[in-house]
Nanobody, 114 residues
Framework: QVQLVESGGGLVQAGGSLRLSCAAS????????MGWYRQAPGKERELVAD???????NYADSAKGRFTISRDNATNTVYLQMNSLKHEDTAVYYC????????WGQGTQVTASS
């Protein structure tokens, strides 16, 4: 079993920045992909960004140029630096990690006030 613990969410004014962190622990052998999804009220969960163990990144169009995903393989931690936040970025952000299975964090609320 792998556990994911997120931190860093909160309330910020539009235009501000937040940094999310997600640390994996437990019976970890080799995590391949780590990343972030988000879900706004009344909307489906959508991919924000992900990163492979080799450092290859993938971003949603809405995140390109504003968000940066990074990863520390030594500590199995993934980060999401979010700059120039918009009101429409308001959502619960979920971390995930793929090993043999896909594991999810509990979610952290990000609110960008307009």
């Amino acid at each position: 079993q792998v556990q994911l613990v997120e931190s860093g969410g909160g309330l910020v004014q539009a235009g501000g920045s937040l940094r999310l962190s997600c640390a994996a622990s437990g019976s970890i052998f080799s995590i391949n992909v780590m990343g972030w999804y988000r879900q706004a009220p009344g909307k489906e969960r959508e991919l924000v960004a992900d990163i492979t163990s080799g450092g290859r990144t993938n971003y949603a169009d809405s995140a390109k140029g504003r968000f940066t995903i990074s990863r520390d393989n030594a500590t199995n931690t993934v980060y999401l630096q979010m700059n120039s936040l918009k009101h429409e970025d308001t959502a619960v952000y979920y971390c995930y990690a793929t090993e043999r299975y896909t594991y999810w964090g509990q979610g952290t609320q990000v609110t960008a006030s307009s």
